[in-house]
Nanobody
Framework: QVAESGGGLVQAGGSLRLSCAAS????????IGWFRQAPGKEREGVSC????????FYIDSVKGRFTISSDNAKNTVYLQLNSLKPEDTAVYYC???????????????????WGQGTQVTVSS
């Protein structure tokens, strides 16, 4: 089970931090991915992290602006969103799966457990 929180409305250039709380995972052999879906667009993978070694991956459009991190004690993964742009507006989802996070493997089909999503709106 995973559940997101932390979305909201922010002006362009602002920041938000999203949280993804994972439960019922007994080992650290899973991956957490962050996805987003804007109206009329397909769900897009944004970033992911391997819980076993904290290696990460980002798509090009968010590199240098978004940071994914994990707090193992809290079984929580964070996505820090900085320098937000209107085009970042979307529903953001976190998901858990067992495919190792790396380039080319941040696809919705690689993940098994999904949260309900949290809205991020960036005004210009």
């Amino acid at each position: 089970q995973v559940a997101e929180s932390g979305g909201g409305l922010v002006q362009a250039g602002g920041s938000l931090r999203l949280s993804c709380a994972a439960s019922e995972f007994t080992e650290d052999d899973y991956t957490i991915g962050w996805f987003r879906q804007a109206p009329g667009k397909e769900r897009e993978g944004v970033s992911c992290i391997n819980r076993v070694d904290d290696t990460t991956f980002y798509i090009d459009s968010v590199k240098g602006r978004f940071t994914i991190s994990s707090d193992n004690a809290k079984n929580t993964v964070y996505l820090q969103l900085n320098s937000l742009k209107p085009e970042d507006t979307a529903v953001y989802y976190c998901a858990a799966g067992y495919e190792f996070c790396r380039e080319g493997f941040l696809r919705p089909s690689d993940y098994d457990f999904w949260g309900q999503g949290t809205q991020v709106t960036v005004s210009s």
